[in-house]
């Protein structure tokens, strides 16, 4: 049976962020260790780290806006809210999450202290242009040193490393190996 107008309003209040989902994970993933298979011993040493602790995302998105942004960014969560009931109403596998549309994540550099790393993303584009964005640092993260440190916490890792702020602890960098983007999905991200 295929979901009503009711379903489809249902589902779009339920909805925690919106992002731009990379397609190939496992492709991201082997480019990163590539990237620290080649750094030296100082640089590679928390990656080392998260790798050998299984601390490695699987999947991994940048997040256009999260449901705490949508009362300050109130024009972009509409504007992904009506493509996601849009893509909704288009859909006919039964998605609860079909695609909003294609994009393309353009990595800039990756960003780590001892709790996080994640890759800032220079550019987010979709298939008619520059994706709306409320987060002011688009990044993907990488992984975290423990479960008690959660992802969205990359935010504040980069605000401090764009001021040059280490006074929560050193945050290094390094640039991300040259590539044009890598190619997304546009999603809702619903509760499990």
């Known amino acids: 049976m295929s979901p009503t107008h009711?379903?489809?309003e249902d589902l779009a209040e339920q909805v925690i962020y919106y992002c731009l989902r990379l397609l190939d994970p496992a492709a991201f993933a082997a480019i990163v260790d590539k990237a620290?298979?080649?750094?030296?011993?100082?640089?590679a040493q928390f990656y080392q780290y998260l790798k050998q602790n299984n601390r490695i995302q699987s999947e991994f998105h940048v997040t256009l806006i999260h449901v705490h942004d949508r009362a300050k960014s109130p024009e972009i969560w509409q504007?992904?809210?009506a493509s996601y009931k849009e893509a909704l109403r288009r859909d006919n596998?039964?998605?609860?999450?079909?695609s909003l549309g294609p994009g393309d994540a353009i990595p800039e550099c990756f960003v780590w202290d001892e709790r996080i790393m994640a890759?800032?993303?220079?550019?987010?584009?979709?298939?008619?242009?520059?994706?709306?964005?409320?987060?002011?640092?688009?990044?993907?993260?990488?992984?975290?040193?423990?479960?008690?440190?959660?992802?969205f916490e990359s935010n504040g890792l980069l605000e401090r490393?764009?001021?040059?702020?280490n006074s929560k602890g050193m945050i290094q960098s390094m640039p991300f190996p040259p590539r044009d983007s890598f190619r997304a999905s546009?999603?809702?991200n619903l509760p499990e």
Not at 36 to 43: D, F, M, Q, S, T
Not at 121 to 148: M, Q
Not at 161 to 165: I, L, Y
């Open 6 to 8: 009711e379903d489809h």
């Open 36 to 43: 620290y298979k080649n750094a030296n011993g100082g640089e």
């Open 79 to 81: 504007h992904y809210k």
């Open 93 to 98: 596998t039964g998605s609860r999450t079909p």
């Open 119 to 151: 890759v800032a993303v220079r550019e987010i584009k979709g298939k008619d242009g520059p994706l709306p964005c409320a987060n002011a640092h688009p990044h993907v993260t990488i992984g975290t040193a423990n479960d008690s440190i959660h992802a």
């Open 161 to 165: 490393w764009r001021k040059g702020d």
């Open 186 to 188: 546009v999603e809702a």
